[in-house]
């Protein structure tokens, strides 16, 4: 194995990430007439500085010029599903660790719902994905989400540690998990990922005092940072919180 390089997406070795696969996830619901273009994605990611841009391969391909111009690090999704789906979730490879390569990503992402009947599938490709990207030293990093008729009987911060371990005890790089509001069950998550590195996801738009809170909640946690999509390219002023998070993440 290569040693994998975090510099590439990470600044001071912290991290805040701009998600942007929701159209795919959840559908374009999460968008108005502004943010549904992935034009003004890309130059949000620029203008606002983020370590990193989360996409899809189709849109990878479609606006690679653009990507390519910005010069925001690509950490290019590599599985998904969409919400119309019931039942235990899958998340479907759509993307080789090799394209992601050929499109000049620094970084690959991958979803595994523990406590889904799928899981061992994800495990296992998962496997494959971080054995290929870490031979060229590109940094995984696993969205570890509990679901599935089966995590119900568990308590949400039982689950977060769960996830994060599981990021370590399976290679992730870094870990990016929900976080539910416990900090101290977060500070635990976070100290059961070991050297695997922790990012938060944003969920779904707050108030901004309740997001901000959060972050600090975060960061004092131990978490190297955020990878967020809603709560940024949903506030009405984009720039403006995104200052305010970088502001509490770097200072
Ligand atoms: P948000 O900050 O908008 O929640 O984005 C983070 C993220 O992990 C996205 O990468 C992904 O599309 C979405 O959340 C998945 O959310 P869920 O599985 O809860 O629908």
């Known amino acids: 194995m290569k040693r994998v390089n975090l510099k590439d997406i990470t600044r001071q070795g912290k991290a805040i990430f701009l998600a942007y696969d929701q159209g795919l996830e959840h559908g374009p619901s999460d968008f108005n007439d502004r943010n549904v273009d992935p034009l003004y994605i890309i130059d949000l990611a620029k203008r606002g500085g983020f370590t990193s ?40 490879q759509i993307c080789t660790v090799k394209e992601a390569i050929d499109f000049g990503a620094k970084a690959v992402g991958f979803t595994i719902y523990i406590g889904s009947q799928h899981e061992g599938k994800m495990i296992e490709q998962f496997e494959a994905i971080e054995r290929e990207a870490h031979a060229k030293g590109l940094p995984v990093i696993a969205w570890i989400y509990a679901r599935g008729s089966s995590v119900r009987v568990r308590s949400s911060s039982e689950l977060m540690a769960y996830a994060t371990r599981t990021g370590l005890e399976t290679g992730a790089d870094i870990v990016k998990i929900k976080y539910d509001g416990d900090a101290k069950g977060l500070k635990w998550a976070i100290k059961s990922a070991g050297r695997t590195k922790v990012v938060i996801a944003g969920g779904m738009k707050k108030d901004e005092g309740l997001f901000l809170t959060q972050v600090k909640e975060i960061m004092d946690a131990g978490a190297i940072g ?14 403006l919180i995104t200052r305010k998070v970088k502001k509490m993440l770097w200072g």
């Open 53 to 92: 841009l989360v996409l899809q391969k189709g849109i990878v391909e479609k606006y690679i010029e653009e990507i390519r111009k910005s010069g925001v690090p690509l950490l290019m999704k590599l599985n998904g599903k969409t919400d119309l789906f019931r039942g235990d979730p899958i998340s479907s």
């Open 226 to 239: 955020l990878a967020v999509g809603r709560n940024i390219w949903q506030h009405k002023d984009p720039m």
